[in-house]
């Protein structure tokens, strides 16, 4: 069974960047995603990549700050977040779906455990 295992999260400064990595261990998966939740808020969706990155899509919040990749041959997917704010500050969360690359949540089955980003002002 694949499971994913999230690292990287910390406590940064405003303006600096910190990057998540997301490997998926027993196999690799078609899409996959980055989601984050604050709390008292919902979920919400930060960026999604297909297996050969011929698609990327982001969220409008984190558009030109952030970018998401990927290394095939390590079952890995990277978040390198620029110029964090504040308003990131929330736990990250990895997901793996094998249907569309999508902006929701439930089009992905697979679910890492979260990882905590937090952003001093």
């Known amino acids: 069974q694949v499971q994913l295992v999230e690292s990287g999260g910390g406590l940064v400064q405003a303006g600096g960047s910190l990057r998540l990595s997301c490997t998926a261990l027993?196999?690799?998966?078609?899409?996959m995603a980055w989601f984050r939740q604050a709390p008292g808020k919902e979920r919400e969706f930060v960026a999604t990549t297909t297996y050969f990155g011929g698609t990327l899509t982001y969220g409008d919040s984190v558009k030109g700050r952030f970018t998401i990749s990927r290394d095939n041959a390590k079952d890995t997917v990277y978040l390198q977040m620029n110029s964090l704010k504040p308003d990131d500050t929330a736990v990250y969360y990895c997901?793996?779906?094998?249907?569309?690359?999508?902006?929701?949540?439930?089009?992905?089955?697979?679910w890492g455990q979260g990882t905590q980003v937090t952003v001093a002002s």
């Open positions: 027993g196999g690799a998966i078609p899409n």
């Open positions: 997901a793996g779906g094998s249907g569309v690359a999508s902006s929701h949540h439930w089009d992905y089955g697979l």
